[in-house]
């Protein structure tokens, strides 16, 4: 028997259709007929959902499961699953992919009214706050009533920093033979320094690689000839957060850091909108960092959520306590810039969980951003 899975794809952490990360959802919904008192649950096994992400071929595809709780919003409280899944493998949580989620669920008229509502993913439950809209101009691709939704999610954090990492291979990838166009000097650490190493949650980890400037980003190039296997963090450095692993080469912008009250935004992904209502006497400090993420075999993401969280955990970290917000700007070497907000906590370590740097533990990770609708269309299974 053929089943009918509606589905969409959208452009995450953008408001400009063909920029950002493009995402594959599809919707496995309850159905219920009062009349003839039958229900219905759309499902798919682990072998058919790693088939459609294979047939998207997207760097993720998401699956939200509506149930009986969720229907006709009968069930507030009761959170949508959802399953991440990459053309090979699925995942424990993905910013990206967990961000499109929110953002659509947000759009659909039975559930429009929430203000909140959350999300369970296989690393863990997550809060989604809606952000309301605001106007802008609109521009060419840009989302045609000139309205902007964004969403607030909150990562189930597990954060660990690890001890720095240095092998033969991250030589080589910083070597004249693969960065042709780069010397020494333009990596923060040197050619054979070790590097910052990070996890989010889990099972998701990233070498943190910091460069000399911008012009050095965009002439870093992607890992062809690496295979991913070569270059991936070895499951004895991570412990118990092994798993998936990328590198992500990142330059802190000059002149950015500024310390101000919440109710004023002065990076342009939070230009008028208030994230933090709830808290109006707090400080925060913006911190704006350009990004590229790459996987072995020459992979490059557009957008990369995990990734910034983990980044602007460590960040904040090195920074010390306080409330720290960034802007963080990936993906413009390949022609889908994407903007990505981060908000983190980060307080003295009093309990002894000890995630951080001498004494200090991040307590908090919140991801923002927007997305826009490009296409969608029935399954045939």
Known sequence: MTMSIPFQTINVFTHTRFLGNPLAIAILRYHSNPSSNHTDQQSLTQQQKQ???????????????????????????????????????????????????????????????????????????????????????????????????????????????????????????????????????????????????????????????????????????????ISEAEFRIPDEHLGDWKGFSGLYVFVVIPNTRSTFHSGFNSCSIFDGIDLNNDDTDSHYTTIRVRTRMFQGGGFEDPATGSAASTLCGWLAVQNGVGKWRFEVIQGVEIGRESRIGVLVNVDKDMDGSGNGLDGLVVRKIELVGGAVKVMEGLIEI
């Not at 399953?83 to 953002?103: K, M, R, S």
């Not at 590097?195 to 000399?212: H, I, N, R, T």
Request: hydrophobic share 40%; glycine share 6%.
């Open 51 to 225: 088939l459609l992400a294979r047939e998207f071929n997207l760097s993720e595809t998401v699956f939200i499961h509506t149930t009986q709780a969720n229907y006709n919003n009968d069930d507030p409280t009761a959170p949508f699953v959802i399953d991440i899944f990459t053309t090979t493998q699925e995942l424990p949580f993905a910013g990206h992919p967990t961000v499109g989620a929110a953002w659509f669920l947000a759009q659909q008229g039975e559930w429009k009214s929430r203000t909140e509502f959350r999300l369970l993913t296989r690393a863990g439950e997550i809060l989604v706050t809606r952000i309301p809209s605001i106007s802008t101009n609109t521009i060419s691709g840009d989302v045609s009533d000139g309205v902007k939704q964004f969403v607030k999610v909150q990562v189930p954090i597990d954060f660990k920093t690890h001890a720095s990492y240095h092998s033969p291979t991250i030589s080589t990838l910083k070597s004249e033979l693969h960065q042709p166009l780069l010397g020494p000097s333009n990596f923060i650490n040197g050619i054979n320094g070790s590097e910052p190493v990070a996890s989010v949650v889990k099972g998701m980890s990233f070498m943190l690689m910091q460069l000399q400037n911008e012009e050095t980003l965009a002439k870093f190039q992607p890992l062809h000839g």
